[in-house]
């Protein structure tokens, strides 16, 4: 950008006619399906809307009293505090052994990288349907195996039990992030200066010491990075909750996401999904604003990738 | 065990070389306990995909009485149910007119917007990059309740053109973002040269430029066409007659209908993550590299 001065103005006039008919597209989708919709989604939430009535009343904040006053509402969000805590820590943890593993049993990398991100690829529907089968109460796996090592008393329906329910879809979750975590932690360990590893264990670091504080602080912004996204997809987890329990049973699984949909498009309380919905963005936008401008100063300051 | 023969050498060999093979001892038994570690954790990940195709190749009458059993008998029957009585063609064709067309749309958009936010300064530039940007920081939840009255009053609701509207306008910022990533990286040298040859802006793009981002197109196209082959969401809500219906959107309202048909769903879900595998395999190069960058966006 910093050529623009000594373009001619011919040239700049051309580049601007060019540069507004190449944004225009994006500019009109945008403004359509996204910018419309959101200033929309303001107007319905101190609205009553029924999804049928096209003048409806003015409530004011009404809708967001009832949010707070809900407690089905806490309950929910209580469940994505779960979700979030556990959701976030086990990827992480289990993404970075892993990946350390990898990095450091040369040979064979390309294929357990191959073979570790393949769940985070498939269809959420796929993978609540083949995890539903293997927490299955009868033929379920889980119950086999428990049954084979003498613990059969523990066997239960485990999607159905609402004291599981919330942590058997976690699982599932957990299963099907940990590749992604792998990954990108693979690759920034790629960048990571071996020497000081070498060094460390000549000194006498055990390999835990090596992790926490030779590689850890190399790969931090990658870790931070990875940290925002699960943290945010905590917020506004659906698929996979939605397709595997459908929040119940009795809402024991029903999360923020899952609660605005049924408000809205079974009970149709338009309003209160939207509002439900609203109370997802503002819990989640903060963190990834956060979060990014951390791991943004972490590599300014020549750390990792 | 290990130790032993370092044990035996010891009265032949000079104590420094001893020291060596043990050495060299624990390191490869380390490496082997590492690798049956990565072994069974790469067994549990795929245990679940084998659940999948093991259960959908079985014979029907095996599926009722064991149908979780791994590999216990072999038979067509079911993908052929899945496909003919279980209405999985029609989803098929359904998730290629869902796919094909948002992904080609969100390729040829985002690298027309990529270069102009790139290249080109342009009266609005900043406004309207904003608003982009800002489509990668609010979650689709905020803004998908309004969106379905809009399609209904644009009478968009149940229909393809609506769905694939979505579907591009979901995909676009992160594209436009990715696609002026490589834009900003190509040298100044380039377009400058081509100037003075007496080419205009827009050949510069087409003819110059378009040609060196080739390879961040079609990482972009591999990554848009999965997450649109994989979007549950948007079949759910703005296809709700069932008119159209991709595989995702099948397979949920065949587990919802029938849940005991478990051999025809497990077909049903081998015709949904097939096409995934095979590109995963085959273009493992350009997915990684959509799904890494897709993570350091924002």
Not at chain 1, 184 to 189: E, G, P, T
Not at chain 1, 280 to 304: D, E, H, K
Request: glycine content about 8%; proline content about 5%.
């Amino acid at each position: 950008m910093g050529a623009v001065s000594n373009v001619p103005p011919v040239t700049r006039r051309a580049q601007a006619r060019l540069g507004i008919l190449l944004a225009l597209p994006v500019a009109v989708i945008t403004a359509v399906f996204f910018v419309f919709p959101m200033v929309n989604a303001l107007y319905y939430a101190v609205v009553d809307f029924d999804g049928l009535d096209p003048t409806p009343p003015f409530v004011g904040l009404n809708n967001f009293t009832e949010m707070f006053t809900d407690s089905a509402t806490w309950h929910a969000l209580g469940n994505n505090a779960i979700w979030i805590g556990i959701g976030t820590a086990a990827p992480m943890i289990i993404g970075l052994l892993v990946a350390v593993l990898i990095w450091s049993s040369r040979g064979g990398g390309a294929a357990y990288r191959l073979l570790f991100f393949l769940p985070f690829m498939l269809p959420g529907v796929a993978i609540g349907i083949v995890w539903g089968w293997i927490y299955d109460p009868v033929n379920g796996w889980i119950n086999r195996v428990l049954g084979a090592v003498g613990l059969g008393s523990w066997s239960r329906g485990w999607l159905g039990d609402p004291d599981t329910a919330i942590f058997a879809v976690l699982a599932t979750a957990i299963w099907a992030t940990c590749g992604f975590v792998i990954m990108i932690i693979l690759s920034a360990l790629r960048n990571v200066d071996v020497e000081l590893v070498d060094a460390a264990r000549i000194d006498g670091a055990n390999a835990g010491q090596r992790l926490w504080h030779i590689l850890l602080p190399q790969i931090m912004p990658v870790f931070l990075m990875v940290l925002t996204l699960t943290l945010v997809g905590g917020f506004s987890v659906f698929d996979i909750i939605f397709i595997m329990t459908g929040g119940g049973p009795a809402d024991a699984t029903e999360v923020l996401g899952t609660y605005a949909y049924s408000s809205a498009f079974q009970l149709n309380r338009i309003s209160y999904g939207t509002v439900l919905a609203l109370l997802i963005t503002v819990l989640a936008v903060p963190f990834t604003i956060m979060l990014n401008r951390l791991q943004r100063r972490l590599s300014l300051q020549g750390l990792g990738a | 065990m290990a130790d032993l023969p370092v044990a035996v050498s010891r009265r032949s060999r000079s104590s420094e070389q001893v020291e060596f093979r043990r050495h060299a001892v624990r390191r490869s038994t380390d490496l082997a306990v590492r690798h049956l570690a990565l072994i069974a954790m790469a067994a549990l990940t795929l245990f679940p995909v084998l659940l999948i195709i093991s259960t959908a190749l079985k014979t029907p009458q095996d599926v009722r009485s064991d149908p979780f059993g791994l590999f216990s008998s072999f038979s067509l029957e079911n993908l052929r149910s899945a496909w003919t009585v279980g209405g999985f063609s029609s989803y098929l064709l359904d998730s290629v007119l869902l796919t094909v067309p948002s992904t080609a749309v969100v390729i040829v958009i985002s690298t027309m917007a990529g270069y102009a936010f790139a290249r080109l300064p342009f009266p609005g530039r900043t406004v309207v990059f904003y608003l982009v940007v800002l489509g990668l920081l609010v979650p689709f939840f905020t803004y998908m309740i309004p969106l379905y009255f809009q399609l209904r009053s644009m009478g968009l609701l149940d229909s393809l053109v609506g769905a694939n509207l979505v579907l591009i306008s979901t995909n676009l910022s992160f594209g436009t973002f990715f696609m002026r990533a490589f834009f900003s990286d190509l040298p100044e040298e380039l377009e400058q040269a081509a100037r003075i040859d007496g080419a205009s802006e827009s050949r510069i793009f087409a003819q110059v430029m378009v040609p060196m981002v080739s390879s961040g197109a079609a990482a972009l196209a591999v990554f848009t066409f999965l997450s649109n082959w994989n979007n549950f969401l948007v079949p759910l809500l703005y296809l709700p007659s069932g008119k159209y219906r991709p595989l995702t959107a099948g397979l949920y309202n065949f587990t919802g209908g029938r849940s005991m048909d478990i051999g025809p769903l497990a077909a049903g879900t081998l015709i949904t993550i097939v096409p995934v595998i095979v590109i995963f395999v085959v273009l493992q190069r350009q997915v990684t590299q959509g799904f890494m960058s897709g993570a350091v966006k924002g």
